[in-house]
């Protein structure tokens, strides 16, 4: 089945010590964001996570697919030992906690195992990537554990973690290649997963986005796929729509759907949208 053959990409390189060695680091990794999270209700995080980023308070959608998704915050005074987090890229050189007062997107397998912690907060480095040597962006997309995907959906890529949640929220498959660079293993990875469905990438609309979506850098258009754009003069309420996270929370989850729907049924290879609301 589909799963196995992710599976199999995912694992067929590694000897039967280093399996144990990933089933190891991941368990222990579960452990520990449960436990450096596990004084926080994750509905409380959610709201925190709405006010910190502006989103439409009424988007259930959105605070359904952030629970799903694991999202914790590790507080401030975290200050876990070196021996209680060792191999798992959670401390710096100085023993410092580097997701402290950060909200928490677990990086996920096929099996809903984490593999890596994202956090996110407001300030100047905004995200935060913690994962031990088992992990590497350029081997796996963010939103892994939804797989399989729905059948007969339509599979959306996206450069960013909230966009990808984004458009979760409209009840669409969407993946995160976190960031603009797709290596071969990762072409090779969403060849599987996608099983032939239509991909639409929908990469940031700013120059590095629009590098990709004009000279192809994902390799959407070898599989049938396209890439979504909308002109840079697009406003919505007076605002700049810069990535399918905007996008969603200015139109909405039920417009949000209809709108990605429709880019995924066209056969052209660049569906542009004209926005002006």
């Keep these: 089945d589909t799963r ?18 990933y ?13 450096l999270s596990g004084d926080y209700d994750p509905k409380d995080v959610v709201a925190a996570v709405f006010n910190a980023r502006h989103y ?36 710096d050189e ?30 100047k480095r905004k995200y935060m990537t913690t994962a031990g040597e088992l992990f590497s962006k350029a081997k796996l997309f963010y939103g892994l554990e939804q797989y399989p995907f729905e059948e007969g959906a339509p599979l959306f890529l996206c450069e960013g973690m ?11 498959p969407a993946l995160g290649v976190m960031g603009v660079e797709m290596s071969d293993d990762k072409h090779m990875l969403l060849e599987a997963v996608a099983a032939g469905r239509r991909v639409v990438g929908v990469p940031d609309q700013d ?7 004009r000279n192809d850098k994902w390799g959407l258009l070898e ?22 996270d905007d996008l969603i929370n200015f139109v909405g ?7 990605l729907r429709s880019a995924a049924r066209q056969e052209t290879k660049r569906v542009v949208l004209r926005l002006q609301v």
């Excluded at 909230?162 to 669409?172: K, N, Y």
Aim: contains cysteine.
């Design 223 to 244: 599989l049938g796929g396209c890439y979504l754009r909308w002109d840079r003069e697009s406003l919505i309420d007076g605002h700049s729509i810069k990535d399918a």
């Design 253 to 259: 989850e039920r417009a949000g759907a209809g709108i």
């Design 4 to 21: 196995k053959n992710g599976g199999w990409l995912a694992v067929s390189m590694l000897t039967r010590e280093e399996a144990k060695r």
């Design 162 to 172: 909230f966009d990808t949640l984004a458009i979760r929220s409209c009840g669409l």
């Design 94 to 123: 100085r023993g410092r906690n580097l997701q402290a007062g950060r909200y928490i997107l677990p990086v996920r397998d096929y099996y809903g195992k984490p593999v890596a912690l994202v956090g996110w907060y407001p300030d």
């Design 207 to 213: 120059e590095a986005g629009e590098n990709v979506a």
């Design 56 to 91: 439409d308070k009424t988007r259930k959608g959105l605070a359904r697919t952030l629970l799903d998704a694991g999202v914790g915050y590790i507080p401030k005074d975290s200050n876990p030992s070196p021996g209680e987090v060792a191999g798992l890229g959670i401390l």
């Design 23 to 35: 089933g190891e680091y991941v368990g222990k990794l579960d452990t520990m964001y449960r436990t």
